[in-house]
């Protein structure tokens, strides 16, 4: 059940896989799912103004509960006006819970079942982080979806303490829907269960039968194998609610994307188009191009003929002089160029979804990419 | 007299000081006078896209022959098409002609009659910068306005080092002239004579019975007081042709344009809006704003109310947190906001003087800035 502001609308079911075209209603706008959400993690998609991010075709933004927390602080951010009046963003935004970061900064974490205790990774300062805390940092930062806080373990780990934190998972996000006081945002549950089918799938119906908004599938690309990921993406999505969102966190490569659409997932993020874009690597229908390659030097042609975003109006020769030059505007222009990549992908797959080919559109992608799929998919 | 393809048109002449109001015509555009260049070293103005470059207002940006020669090299600039497709930006580009590097790399530079040799600040390999070779760099930029090299040295010097300069500036300027090949550019002299107004009014006179498109005030702003640079502008401007542009190079801050618009400066660049914004430093009419203070932390009001950039779109704690996060989206914001202002001071300036009240205006924004004009303006 949608809490009230909230409404998903399934349009389409794909007649030959798992894949779902439909629409997630929130108070700041709706959202034409399946969706790729660019990671803001401070406030900011790193290096590009709303305006730019808006232009690449997003349509949904994620903001992270831990580092906002630490700076510039949920009270300052609300204090200037919450998450979409500090960083610009109008339309929908969904925030983390800090859940991730009992992963990616374990070395500073102490769990408890209260909750965790980080030391920040800037001052060493503590940062407290119970269930009810991290709804209380969310609600102060006034995202629309809020991310119940989560146990996320690295994988692999031993059986025990992946059933230890799936289970505290599970108790989190009942004391997470149990501290909501505002009704203008919604709250995901999130399935763990690291590679167990069998805790993946309880998990997923223990959080099926909480009143949330949408339900992710956490503690993936942590470590193990895409083909990992991709089955117990298969095993667990078709477990959660048909009337939900379904919202696979920081996953990832482009074709981890389609390989999830197929399985019925329909909302991502992952830092992995900006970051990539930093670092001068270009996505493009023929696999990735590194921009800092000699190869470029005198090469008049854009990344991408067809595509739209401010990087493809210059040859490639000068955004590697860009690189080469360390000139801020490489990185500006080809996080852009990746994330209008990622939206224009998702805008075909949507396509392809409506048409009842999105089969067809997943391996003729993938042949361009030169990967071979994984053979199993609903 | 102006190459055919470049037109300068005189609109007004402030009744009450040496300001005048005037379009410079060229194959890529027309840019109203006085204006401000933004400075794009290597093909770009850094931070910025082209779209961002223009939305601040300005109508000619500036490339530097040194550094493009060096990265990627003008061969390269020029099959991807020469600077303006290079860049994207389609207005008018100025480029310089190394001179500047004379001054600024004087350890790495040794200087002959024939030429300039440079070990380049890069790699160490050498660059040789004869006035020839400053014009050949520049038609294969394909700059519409080149400048003439010149020998800028540092200030003070003795009058024997300025004189012998001087006089090799214009030595050289006459063989940047004589070796021009292409009509769709045009050649601006540059006046050096350190801070002797008689060897600068003989070096604008010498330069002014030359066939230049414009005349540059070069060698200013190494060194000097901003009273001596003002002193300096005084007696030279009135020597330089009425009916040609006339740019101060390399200058400056906020009230040196003022100070000089008012003495018949026609035109402007400096690296201090963008560099200054990536310090985060923000220009206002109440004096530069340090967007790092914490003073900023909840303030929700705009750095500039009546300011259209992007970064006055956001709160000035939003603006503070990006630099405290180290977030990118800082210095590209007020990169732009401070290119804006530069650009809204030429506008404001421009409609001062089609008003003959310039000098009003002048000490209007002085007053604003929290400085006391020098007393000395015809």
Same mark, same amino acid.
């Given at each position: 059940?949608?809490?009230?502001?909230?409404?998903?609308?399934?349009?389409?079911?794909?007649?030959?896989?798992?894949?779902?075209?439909?629409?997630?209603?929130? !108070?700041?706008?709706?959202?034409?799912?399946?969706?790729? %959400?660019?990671?803001?993690?401070? +406030?900011?998609?790193?290096?590009?103004?709303?305006?730019?991010?808006?232009?690449?075709?997003?349509?949904?933004?994620?903001?992270?509960?831990?580092?906002?927390?630490?700076?510039?602080? =949920?009270?300052?951010?609300?204090?200037?006006?919450?998450?979409?009046?500090?960083?610009?963003?109008?339309?929908?935004? /969904?925030?983390?819970?800090?859940?991730?970061?009992?992963?990616?900064?374990?070395?500073?974490?102490?769990? *408890? =079942?209260?909750?965790?205790?980080?030391?920040?990774?800037?001052?060493?300062?503590?940062?407290?982080?119970?269930?009810?805390?991290?709804? =209380?940092?969310?609600?102060?930062?006034?995202?629309?979806?809020?991310?119940?806080?989560?146990?996320?373990?690295?994988? !692999?780990?031993?059986?025990?303490?992946?059933?230890?934190?799936?289970?505290?998972?599970?108790?989190?996000?009942?004391?997470?829907?149990?501290?909501?006081?505002?009704?203008?945002?919604?709250? #995901?549950?999130?399935?763990?269960?690291? /590679?167990? !089918?069998?805790?993946?799938?309880?998990? @997923?119906?223990?959080?099926?039968?909480?009143? #949330?908004?949408?339900?992710?599938? +956490?503690?993936?690309?942590?470590?193990?194998?895409?083909?990992?990921?991709?089955?117990?993406? =298969?095993?667990?999505? !078709?477990?959660?609610?048909?009337?939900?969102?379904?919202? /696979? %966190?920081?996953?990832?490569?482009?074709?981890?994307?389609?390989?999830?659409?197929?399985? +019925?997932?329909?909302?991502?993020?992952?830092?992995?188009?900006? *970051?990539?874009?930093?670092?001068?690597?270009?996505?493009?229908?023929?696999?990735? /191009?590194?921009? *800092?390659?000699?190869?470029?030097?005198?090469?008049?042609?854009?990344?991408?003929?067809?595509?739209?975003?401010?990087?493809? *109006?210059?040859?490639?020769?000068?955004?590697?002089?860009?690189?080469?030059?360390?000139?801020?505007?490489?990185?500006?222009?080809?996080?852009?160029?990746?994330?209008?990549?990622?939206?224009?992908?998702?805008?075909?797959?949507?396509? @392809?979804?409506? @048409?009842?080919?999105?089969?067809?559109?997943?391996?003729?992608?993938?042949?361009?990419?030169?990967?071979?799929?994984?053979?199993?998919?609903?």
């Amino acid at each position: 059940m949608n809490s009230p502001p909230f409404r998903f609308e399934r349009l389409h079911q794909d007649a030959h896989c798992a894949a779902r075209r439909s629409v997630f209603h929130t !108070p700041h706008g709706s959202v034409q799912l399946p969706t790729f %959400m660019p990671v803001g993690t401070l +406030g900011t998609v790193k290096g590009l103004t709303i305006d730019s991010v808006r232009a690449t075709g997003a349509e949904m933004i994620l903001g992270n509960t831990y580092h906002l927390a630490l700076r510039p602080g =949920e009270r300052v951010v609300a204090e200037l006006g919450g998450l979409h009046e500090f960083s610009g963003w109008q339309g929908p935004i /969904l925030t983390d819970s800090g859940g991730f970061q009992l992963f990616s900064l374990a070395q500073l974490t102490k769990i *408890r =079942e209260e909750g965790a205790e980080f030391r920040s990774h800037i001052d060493g300062s503590t940062l407290q982080l119970s269930p009810e805390r991290a709804i =209380e940092i969310q609600e102060a930062l006034g995202s629309d979806v809020a991310m119940v806080l989560d146990h996320v373990i690295e994988l !692999p780990s031993d059986t025990d303490a992946i059933r230890d934190a799936t289970e505290r998972t599970i108790r989190w996000a009942a004391r997470c829907l149990a501290s909501a006081t505002r009704p203008s945002q919604t709250q #995901f549950g999130i399935v763990q269960g690291g /590679l167990d !089918p069998a805790l993946r799938v309880a998990c @997923a119906e223990r959080l099926s039968d909480m009143p #949330f908004g949408g339900l992710a599938i +956490g503690g993936l690309s942590v470590g193990e194998t895409p083909a990992e990921m991709y089955q117990i993406i =298969e095993v667990t999505a !078709p477990v959660l609610p048909e009337d939900k969102p379904r919202y /696979l %966190m920081g996953v990832g490569r482009p074709q981890d994307l389609l390989e999830a659409i197929r399985r +019925g997932i329909d909302m991502f993020d992952c830092v992995m188009p900006t *970051r990539n874009g930093r670092n001068a690597l270009a996505f493009t229908d023929q696999g990735p /191009l590194r921009m *800092r390659n000699q190869i470029h030097t005198h090469d008049k042609r854009p990344i991408d003929e067809n595509c739209p975003c401010p990087a493809c *109006r210059h040859s490639r020769g000068y955004i590697r002089h860009l690189f080469r030059a360390e000139e801020m505007l490489g990185p500006i222009l080809v996080s852009a160029h990746n994330l209008t990549y990622y939206a224009r992908l998702m805008a075909d797959a949507r396509a @392809a979804i409506e @048409a009842d080919h999105f089969t067809d559109f997943f391996h003729e992608r993938m042949r361009g990419w030169g990967e071979i799929h994984s053979p199993s998919a609903n």
